[in-house]
């Protein structure tokens, strides 16, 4: 008695606490470990369903929602998945890369079977294998509710796709789009999918991607294209289609009459298949996107497809890119745009091919009848190495005035407005653009600054040194000379108040004699002209040499820099005033028989100091053969 009562106890404490909706895993790991083999051998020999549990008063049909999926884990002997529980009642459930396996995938069937609010179930690479979806199948005849799936990269095999091709065959679910991609289906599983989705009426959208299709495989999925009448998306991308697979699936493509999304990309069609492509869009006004990049289809293939751009009114969306195309189809692509008034294309992808200019002539041309289409091309050929032509901020454009923009400045716009492709325009693009286009001007307007700056200093440096040179020149050139009285000898340590370094750089005046006059006529010279009586230079030391030497016979020559920026007028008629002192002078000495200095301006007088090295220097340059001494001090 004492025995069976505690017995009793214990039932309703157990029962106790699975009433309890919080039950946790390491519980349910502990009584799932606390049972002897013995029992579960008992178990297993008196179940005669998945339904049934160790506690004979419960039943999975009493169970719902988290406690059905944890007795279901512990029924299989695995770990529930937290994020499961957490989202059981969310619409869409993402379980991808959880680790799963085929007993993960049977509780998660189990749990699922009851579920009214999940919708979209997501269970790739999860390796839950033909078993697996085994479980799923019969979870999906139940369920209702669930109109996608993915089993994506699971490994499924030829024994799952039978599984799913009967599931396709009864139209029993309401799947609507199923993704198998990478599962390993072979040639004979085409055969089960073709004959299934013959007379589904269910299924719109069908993955079939990164599998082993080949030319039998081409030719079974032709066949239900040719007999579906509810698929609107296919995606085989990613396959060996090619050669009789390939035409057969343009063949069926020609009166399928529901499909509007084809993805072919990565396979083997080469020009057979686009011949049978182009073949097909010439009758099939339905398709709306054809994806065929990488296809081994060069300018053969473009043109035979382009025969059937020629006609189709509907296709808007044609990618080949990847594929050994030139420039001459591109052109044989655009060309049956242009001769084709009801084609509603909009985007061409021939992105890795390199175009010219005729090209761009032949686009712009093509878009003005049909402003919506886009061709997206690799580059132009001769301009890659070229910097690109600058176009104006189209930003700035609108923001500026009303300027009409071309399609490169809208493609252009578009960008900057959704740099995230996200659909949605930011509109703070067009603060920023103004903040900079502020900052552009003020940077503009100190840069202007600066620069009229820089020249007006310039300006006046120039015209400040030159100044300065011509006040130089004006006061040496002013020669003062009286009859009859000997210029003063000129000190060695004065020598040093004469300096010709800074002067030279700007001019350099020469008093030569009439013999070296004649060299350089062509630049500016001023010579007194020979009077009637002329005046000596005499000197008393040896070394002057200006003896016999008149002021007729001297010449003033001057020499100005080519870079010199104000005009050598203003020199000259320097020059010409002192010239014009000296010959009064002489005349006024002539007629008066004066001995003695005459008073004259204070700007043309000089000192018998420069008066005697000037002399000095006259005769070195009319002899320095005679008078070597004294043309080396002139250097």
Same mark, same amino acid.
């Not at 085994?134 to 699971?154: F, G, K, P």
């Not at 300096?499 to 030279?504: A, D, M, N, V, W």
């Given at each position: 008695m004492e025995h069976e009562f505690s017995d009793s106890e214990e039932d309703e404490d157990q029962n106790e606490e699975m009433s309890e909706g919080s039950l946790s895993v390491e519980f349910l790991l502990l009584a799932d470990q606390s049972n002897s083999p013995a029992e579960e051998k008992t178990r297993a020999d008196s179940s005669d369903t998945d339904l049934e549990i160790e506690d004979p008063e419960r039943s999975f049909a009493t169970m719902k929602g988290a406690e059905l999926y944890l007795e279901a884990c512990k029924l299989v002997g695995v770990v529930p998945v937290s994020y499961f529980l957490r989202n059981m009642e969310e619409p869409y459930m993402n379980l991808n890369h959880h680790g799963l396996g085929p007993q993960g995938a049977k509780a998660i069937a189990i749990a699922l079977v009851s579920n009214t609010t999940i919708t979209h179930l997501e269970l790739e690479d999860n390796w839950i294998l033909a078993e697996g979806v085994?479980?799923?199948?019969?979870?999906?005849?139940?369920?209702?509710?669930?109109?996608?799936?993915?089993?994506?990269?699971?490994h499924i095999g030829t024994e799952? *796709?039978?599984?799913?091709?009967?599931?396709?065959l009864d139209n029993i679910s309401s799947l609507r789009a199923v993704q198998l991609s990478g599962n390993n289906f072979r040639e004979e599983t085409a055969q089960y999918f073709a004959e299934a989705l013959v007379g589904n009426y269910r299924v719109k959208e069908l993955d079939l991607s990164h599998n082993e299709f080949s030319e039998k495989g081409g030719e079974h999925l032709g066949q239900m294209l040719a007999n579906n009448e509810a698929l609107e998306f296919l995606n085989l991308s990613w396959n060996h289609l090619r050669m009789k697979g390939a035409v057969a699936l343009g063949a069926g493509l020609r009166v399928n009459g529901t499909l509007k999304i084809l993805d072919l990309s990565w396979n083997g069609f080469g020009n057979e298949g686009a011949l049978a492509l182009g073949e097909a869009l010439k009758l099939n006004n339905i398709l709306v996107k054809l994806d065929i990049s990488s296809n081994h289809i060069n300018n053969e293939g473009a043109g035979k497809l382009a025969k059937g751009l020629e006609v189709n009114g509907n296709l808007k969306i044609l990618k080949l890119s990847h594929n050994p195309l030139t420039v001459e189809g591109a052109v044989a692509l655009v060309t049956s745009i242009r001769k084709n008034p009801k084609s509603k294309m909009e985007e061409i992808n021939i992105s890795n091919v390199l175009v010219n200019g005729s090209f761009l002539k032949l686009l712009d041309v093509v878009c003005q009848v049909h402003p919506e289409l886009d061709v997206i091309y690799g580059g132009v050929r001769g301009f890659i190495s070229k910097k690109p032509e600058q176009r104006p901020d189209p930003m700035?454009?609108?923001?500026?005035?009303?300027?009409?923009?071309?399609? *490169? #400045?809208?493609?252009?716009?578009?960008?900057?407005?959704d740099r995230h492709q996200t659909g949605m325009v930011d509109y703070r693009s067009l603060v920023d653009t103004q903040k900079q286009m502020v900052r552009d001007q003020r940077w503009q307007l100190r840069r202007e600054e600066s620069?009229?700056?820089?020249?007006k200093h310039k300006s006046e440096h120039v015209l400040q040194t030159f100044k300065t040179a011509v006040e130089m020149v004006t006061s040496r050139s002013s020669l003062v000379m009286c009859s009859g009285q000997k210029p003063l000898a000129l000190p060695k340590s004065d020598l040093a108040h004469f300096?010709?370094?800074?002067?030279?750089s700007w001019c350099q005046p020469a008093i030569t004699g009439k013999s070296t006059s004649s060299q350089n006529s062509a630049e500016p010279a001023f010579s007194e002209q020979k009077g009637s009586s002329s005046h000596q230079l005499s000197q008393s030391e040896p070394h002057s040499a200006s003896r016999d030497m008149s002021t007729s016979d001297l010449e003033v020559k001057f020499y100005s820099q080519r870079n010199l920026s104000i005009s050598e007028a203003q020199t000259h008629s320097q020059y010409s005033i002192a010239t014009s002192d000296l010959e009064t002078y002489s005349k006024a000495?002539?007629?008066?028989?004066?001995?003695?200095?005459?008073?004259?301006?204070?700007?043309?007088?000089?000192?018998?100091?420069?008066?005697?090295?000037?002399?000095?220097?006259?005769?070195? *340059?009319?002899?320095? #053969?005679?008078?070597?001494?004294? *043309?080396?001090s002139s250097k």
């Open positions: 085994t479980c799923l199948v019969q979870m999906l005849r139940e369920n209702c509710y669930i109109q996608e799936l993915n089993v994506s990269n699971n799952g *796709a039978e599984a799913i091709s009967r599931m396709f700035k454009l609108i923001q500026q005035s009303r300027i009409p923009l071309d399609r *490169a #400045q809208i493609g252009e716009l578009v960008h900057k407005l620069r009229q700056k820089k020249e300096p010709t370094t800074s002067l030279s000495q002539s007629s008066d028989n004066a001995s003695s200095y005459r008073v004259m301006p204070r700007e043309t007088r000089c000192s018998a100091h420069e008066s005697h090295y000037l002399a000095r220097n006259c005769h070195a *340059a009319s002899s320095p #053969q005679k008078h070597g001494h004294s *043309a080396k």
